[in-house]
């Protein structure tokens, strides 16, 4: 086992709307989260993805100064980065998409660097499961872990494709209304089962503000959701859930569900941060010392002696 | 500190319909509830309630059977029961009420028992905010714990009241819905602040599916919600909680935040049993074996290493 990272995923521009503020087009995707996250371990992590020539070096200088390798990063001429502006309402669980530009996007075909092709963990961010699957065909052997995000868009049109994914991932890691819409079920625990019953070995299912529970055989184990006095903005709360999540383990000697626990506590912690500003800005700020003294608060809100 | 528990709320018919059935008039209302719940406990514990001559003497009995003090509890010949009939959604967090009857409750003048004057615990189930003031007031001296919840209907209506009751209590258990209600502001944290600037030293704030919050000065506990295959009838699950809630407070030495986290604990494994059979069913059945099996559950539910 290395201690290699390969990431699979979206660099992009999104344009937010919350209940406190707007934004211009901001530094955004799945896998500029993801690495972000990751970037706090020691661990070699590559980013997989694809940029338009409007796409700012100053970002790619951010990604690579966190120590990321770009290298399976392809910046296209003539091309305009993916594009994705939404709105999130009161609440901060829903949210309406304004406008969604794929532009560069429809060109990806996402190649392995050789370096990266014996990765041991093997992270495919929430994309078109053809190119995840692409992805996953390009590794020389089996990865130790692969971890698969996914959404609504995919569920609803690229369904076959999804089904022969799910089968070949260790871990899936989607937010309630995600399981749900997969397995046609209301009850966690039981799409939960059914989704095991596909392949996957541990489910995580987030729940938002409500905190993240993670199946593994007949067991669960539920991250609570930390209460915040202010949620600002969402976006990427998911991806820097998996980015921290895959993190820890890519550290670990040998992968237990004790260190799945611990994994999606500090997945839960990074998140937390994500959500507390404005796009990427926590996550490029965040020290370790803080994310430590984070991981307490979790342990500490749930802590409680048995009488 | 005695260990006398008054409990004030409705002794009802209650008539449900759920995705996984519907019952006729079946034994309902928070004192009902409360009370079943009270009784695992080697507490004292006193009923004010009120019910038509339509009410089941089995159902007293019953009561009876499990230690219960009825000598507050009024019936009122020629009256019938306050009857409620609701319809639960697929989801189980919303449901519609289909009719309300307030009948016997209109006429509810609630009278504490001499006995249970000089209780320590009082717990002031969900009702007209006059008449949980009009036992605070009849009690001989402050109590040492008074515990209260209240919903929607009197949130609205019945604001002067609500809000006078609220300063005179030490602990108060409502759901997220009511807690933002109550506050105007979306965020619970902000709310449980705003809640405890009125009085309450203690805010439970409720999440159904998602566990519960505990809210002392800065402190924060949160109870996860137990990850159930099937929820059956979320009928009385804050009435259980509750009554698990102030019954292991009463077999305390002394109050602390730590006894008040497993009371939370406590309350949640109580309720986590209500809601897996119709109405009051699964607390009939109970047992204390049970119940400290699932407090275990809860523990293992979230506990992890630091690494």
Not at 98 to 121: A, R
Not at 123 to 151: I, S, Y
Not at 187 to 199: C, D, F, N, P, R
């Amino acid at each position: 086992m290395n201690n290699k990272i390969l990431v699979l995923g979206t660099m992009a521009y999104d344009a937010l709307e919350t209940p406190f503020g707007k934004t211009g087009k901001i530094l955004g995707g799945c896998a500029t989260y993801i690495g972000l996250a990751v970037s706090q371990f020691k661990s070699e992590c590559g980013l997989i993805s694809i940029v338009g020539d409007d796409f700012k070096n100053i970002y790619l200088d951010l990604l690579e100064s966190k120590g990321l390798d770009l290298s399976g990063v392809i910046k296209m001429e003539g091309e305009k980065t993916f594009f994705w502006s939404g709105k999130y309402h009161n609440d901060m669980n829903s949210r309406t998409t304004l406008d969604t530009q794929l532009n560069v996007l429809t060109k990806f075909n996402p190649i392995v660097p050789e370096y990266f092709k014996d990765s041991s963990f093997v992270l495919l961010g929430n994309l078109d499961p053809n190119l995840q699957l692409a992805v996953l065909e390009q590794m020389n052997n089996r990865p130790e872990l692969v971890v698969m995000d996914t959404m609504n868009f995919w569920i609803d049109g690229y369904r076959d494709k999804l089904d022969e994914l799910i089968t070949k991932v260790d871990v899936i890691s989607i937010n309630d209304e995600e399981a749900r819409q997969i397995t046609g079920t209301h009850s966690l625990v039981e799409a939960a089962k059914k989704i095991q019953a596909m392949g996957p070995k541990y489910v995580v299912i987030k729940k938002g503000e409500h905190g993240a529970l993670l199946f593994y055989g007949e067991k669960i184990f539920c991250a609570p959701g930390l209460p915040l006095e202010v949620v600002f903005d969402p976006t990427g709360a998911g991806d820097s859930f998996i980015g921290g999540f895959v993190g820890h383990l890519s550290q670990c000697d040998e992968i237990s569900f004790e260190e799945m626990k611990f994994a999606t506590i500090l997945g839960s912690a990074m998140a937390s941060f994500t959500v507390q500003e404005f796009g990427t800005q926590a996550l490029e700020d965040l020290t370790l010392k803080e994310l430590k003294s984070r991981i307490n608060d979790f342990k500490v809100l749930t802590e409680f002696k048995l009488v």
